[in-house]
């Protein structure tokens, strides 16, 4: 069982930066592929950016590439988003997500689809002012 926990959302100019992170309980969390997705109102939850379990590799949907940087410390178990250049469209519930690391899900998009998740934040708010 993996619970987390987000923090560092707020309100930001447009144009601004913010990060966030995800705090992970347990001992195993190196063997977890994390994820960011996010959620407008009205809108469906998105995928943000992904990260696997050690760390090696990263995978972002096309609107924030350039702008966010998903990185994480095992060693503290947290899980980071740095978010660059913030767009009025970046206002959302921003979500860390966890599952299972498998070598073999390398370069699929099993870290981009939220139904491979399994354990889930309960979401901090960013909202960015235009």
């Known amino acids: 069982q993996v619970q987390l926990v987000e923090s560092g959302g707020g309100l930001v100019q447009a144009g601004g930066s913010r990060g966030l992170s995800c705090a992970a309980s347990g001992r195993t969390f190196s063997t977890y592929a994390m994820g960011w997705f996010r959620q407008a109102p009205g809108k469906e939850r998105d995928f943000v950016g992904a990260?696997?379990?050690?760390?090696?590799?990263?995978y972002y949907t096309d609107s924030v590439k350039g702008r966010f940087t998903i990185s994480r410390d095992n060693a503290k178990n947290t899980l980071y988003l740095q978010m660059n250049s913030l767009k009025p469209e970046d206002t959302a519930v921003y979500y860390c997500?966890?599952?299972?690391?498998?070598?073999?899900?390398?370069?699929?998009?099993?870290?981009?689809?939220?139904?491979?998740?399994?354990?889930w934040g309960q979401g901090t708010q960013v909202t960015v002012s235009s």
């Open positions: 990260i696997s379990g050690i760390g090696t590799s990263t």
């Open positions: 997500a966890a599952f299972r690391d498998r070598t073999y899900y390398r370069g699929t998009n099993y870290y981009t689809t939220s139904t491979s998740y399994d354990y």
